[in-house]
């Protein structure tokens, strides 16, 4: 069975600074899609970026980019120029390419400091 | 363009009371999922549906029921609520992969159950 861990449990970031948040999956697939969610204390869950297995170009959005390392089944997340609003708990989550259902990891949760 | 929508936003239930979540999409997604959160575990998937008149079970279905009677809404039911069920649910939405959609979900805002 597919499993998503994060082992970070709460992480803390200067602003303006870089943080990276962890993430492994187990998995025997070969295509798959990888997914990162925000969600702040509105609780409202937010794609932040998300990568499909088989490109081996890490994905970027903005500020947000990913180490996609697909033999060592890592997939973290790079958060540049940290700002106020990022502060929030980060969900790692997993998609088999032919399956309808997402699984996510237990989180991270990101404070931001001023 | 509304998105995802649940309602309510909150509710307090006593043991052994019934209640039923909306969840509302206008995306016209074939797929919606029912989630829940709780402390340390992340989201776990509850029920979900892959088109209209129909339902599957997720992780944990136990406890609750689905109906997908029309495409936009996807209703949660608890028949007999207990402590257990305390938890923030998440309903999401997304289009049908297998049909060369994207595989991204969208969520509601989500609403929060405490059942005493």
């Known amino acids: 069975a597919q499993t998503v861990t994060q082992s970070q449990p709460e992480m803390s970031v200067q602003e303006a600074e870089t943080v990276t948040l962890s993430c492994t999956y187990d998995?025997?697939?070969?295509?798959?899609?990888l997914f990162w969610y925000k969600q702040p204390p509105s609780r409202q869950m937010i794609l932040v970026i998300r990568?499909?297995?088989?490109?081996?170009q890490n994905a970027t959005e903005n500020r947000f980019s990913v180490n996609f390392q697909k033999a060592a089944k890592s997939f973290s997340l790079k958060i540049s120029d940290s700002q106020l609003g990022d502060a929030a708990m980060y969900f790692c989550?997993?998609?088999?390419?032919?399956?309808?259902?997402?699984?996510f990891g237990p989180g991270t949760s990101l404070s931001v400091i001023p | 363009n509304a998105g995802v929508t649940q309602t309510p936003k909150f509710r307090v239930l006593k043991t052994g009371q019934s209640m039923t979540l909306l969840c509302a999409q206008d995306?016209?997604?074939?797929?919606m999922y029912w989630y829940r959160q709780d402390p340390g575990m992340g989201l776990r998937l509850i029920h979900y549906?892959?088109?209209?008149?129909?339902?599957a079970k997720g992780e944990v279905p136990d406890g609750y029921n689905v109906s997908r009677l029309k495409k936009q809404n996807f209703l949660l039911g608890l028949e007999s609520a207990a402590p257990s069920q305390t938890s923030v649910y998440f309903c999401?939405?997304?289009?049908?992969?297998?049909?060369?959609?994207?595989?991204?979900?969208?969520f509601g805002p989500g609403t929060r159950l405490l059942v005493l």
């Open positions: 990568q499909e297995a088989y490109k081996q």
């Open positions: 549906s892959v088109g209209e008149g129909t339902t």
């Open positions: 989550a997993y998609r088999k390419t032919s399956y309808d259902k997402v699984i």
């Open positions: 999401a939405s997304s289009y049908d992969i297998r049909a060369g959609g994207q595989e991204t979900q969208y």
């Open positions: 998995t025997s697939e070969s295509d798959y899609y």
């Open positions: 995306m016209n997604h074939e797929y």
